[in-house]
């Protein structure tokens, strides 16, 4: 069964630098996510992407961060100046729509 | 903002128990899915109710979406070890995001 990816399983990096979270979506999905989740917190909604552009973004997604979509199969997570309150697991989704989000098994992000 | 309280956050009872798992809101919402996570891993979709008042079953796993659609419960009949993990439900709206509710976390002991 096909299955999102996403790279690193673990990233650590220092408070100011840049990270980029990587994702490959199931290849016919249309609509992209990503959502984080702060230890022994929720789930928490971040953005979503569809026809190369934001179609939705919380209060969380502000000016530090951005996706994109450079090729027809990676969907990046760009975070340009990290803080210690960003380390969490951050997992991507995708779908077709009116079809259940398939999430990847997250990238775990440790801001030092 | 739209909040899912989920109760209890925590449970752990003997295999062969019954036990309900609530997810309540204010909100109303257009989809309510229920998902399970393991350590390490994604939300694993387990099931998506869309009508009010609908009950959907998956062998031991019992969920029901209230007739208002502002609620929803899981029940698991006759627990095994195999249904130890963290449960969550998720709201759907009108826009494209879910609205994750703040998780059961279950511990079935043989």
């Known amino acids: 069964e096909p299955e999102v990816t996403q790279t690193p399983s673990h990233q650590v990096t220092q408070m100011g630098q840049e990270v980029i979270l990587r994702c490959v979506p199931i290849?016919?999905?249309?609509?992209f996510y990503w959502y984080r989740q702060i230890l022994g917190q929720k789930v928490e909604f971040l953005v979503s992407f569809y026809n190369n552009e934001i179609s939705e973004k919380s209060e969380i997604f502000d000016d530090q961060f951005s996706v994109e979509r450079p090729d027809g199969s990676n969907f990046t997570l760009k975070i340009r100046s990290t803080k210690l309150e960003d380390s969490a697991m951050y997992f991507c989704?995708?779908?077709?729509?009116?079809?259940?989000?398939?999430f990847g098994n997250g990238t775990r992000l440790t801001v030092t | 903002t739209q909040l899912l309280e989920q109760s209890p956050q925590f449970l752990s009872i003997q295999e062969g128990e019954n036990l309900t798992v609530y997810c309540n809101s204010s909100s109303v919402f257009s989809s309510l899915q229920w998902y399970r996570q393991e350590p390490g891993e994604g939300p694993v979709l387990l099931v998506t109710v869309v009508t009010g008042g609908e009950v959907k079953k998956l062998k031991r796993l019992t969920f029901q979406f209230g007739d208002a659609r502002k609620d929803s419960s899981l029940h698991i009949t006759a627990a095994q070890p195999g249904d130890t993990g963290l449960y969550l439900c998720a709201g759907g709206s009108s826009g494209d995001k879910l609205t994750f509710g703040t998780g059961t976390r279950l511990a079935v002991r043989p």
């Open positions: 290849s016919n999905h249309l609509y």
């Open positions: 989704a995708s779908t077709l729509r009116y079809s259940p989000l398939h």
